[in-house]
């Protein structure tokens, strides 16, 4: 009687024990250093360590807040020339100020940008050519999560329209810039796209085009996994075309990890999940810009286009994400929309 009155407390037990094996589990993965010498504990400060950035110029989206604004402040940290774009030009400001009263002499600029509105976009590129400054590098790390599937002003689906089109836009408007200031220094030019692991959840086809400009039928949480699946095929198709030309200018995506933002400001069930389990699965806001620091500035990246980075080491997309030809056919569907 005794051995079966114990056996049933082990038994009962056992899914908490199974519970706390899986968050060490976890917990060894996101401390375990890749062949990057850093993990997805790594801040973004550790990651730039020595790292002198001073002559460069990058361009950075959603830097007013979360990993954006920690991107921002470390890249000034290095003596990057900092160029804020950013949809609320109040809190662009105040985040400015913010950076600079800890980085004297930090150099930032701060420019609106909608990334929803194509006309915004082009905006944003005119007004920043008209600062003649080279471009370095661009990092396109705004992004939305909304409730339901909306149209933006343009007539596309939110999500596709903000975290795809409006960068894929941008790029292309910046990138003549970028190239001539690869040309004229010599210096790399590098293009990182902030993706995410959310790339999975998608349908078998992976881009439901003909629910781009008709989002109804379609799920909210597989209208953000296309368009960051958009993200990665776009850092695929992009490198391909740079390769091809020759240029010395890099694109690659990252997944920058579960990091507490305001991404999921519309996801009220979300986001209290998040802020009530957070401390056991999310990362902090420096070590969830950690990965978009590094690839953007550690010369162990030189060279290397066209991948996926997470938690500062080259990782493993989907299978959606490493084809071809549906790369190929976003980039012709991106064309003629931006052209449209």
Known sequence: M????????????????QCAVRICCLMWW?????????????TAEEVTAGVDGRGLVAVITGASSGIGLETARVLAMRGVHVVMAVRNVSAG???QEAIAAKIPGARMDVLELDLSSMASVRRFASEFESLNLPLNILINNAGVMTRYCKLSCDGLELHFATNHIGH??????LLENMKNSCRDSGVEGRIVNLTSSGHFMTYPEGIC?????????????IAYGQSKLANILHCNELSRILKEEGMNTSANAV???????????????????????GKIICRSVEQGAATTCYVAMHPQIKGLSGKYFANCNIGSPSSQASDP???KKLWQFSLQTVSS
């Open 2 to 17: 005794m051995r079966l009155h114990l056996h049933r407390h082990v038994v009962a037990a056992s899914p908490i024990v």
């Open 93 to 95: 400001l105040a985040a």
């Open 325 to 327: 030809e549906l790369a």
């Open 209 to 221: 085009f003909d629910k781009i400009h008709d989002p109804s039928g379609l799920n909210d949480f």
């Open 168 to 173: 894929f836009l941008l790029t292309n408007l």
């Open 255 to 277: 997944h920058p990890g579960v990091i507490t933002t305001n991404l999921f400001r519309d996801r009220t069930i979300v986001s209290v999940l998040l802020n009530s389990i």
């Open 30 to 42: 996101f401390y375990r250093k890749g062949p990057s010498g850093f993990s997805g504990a790594s």
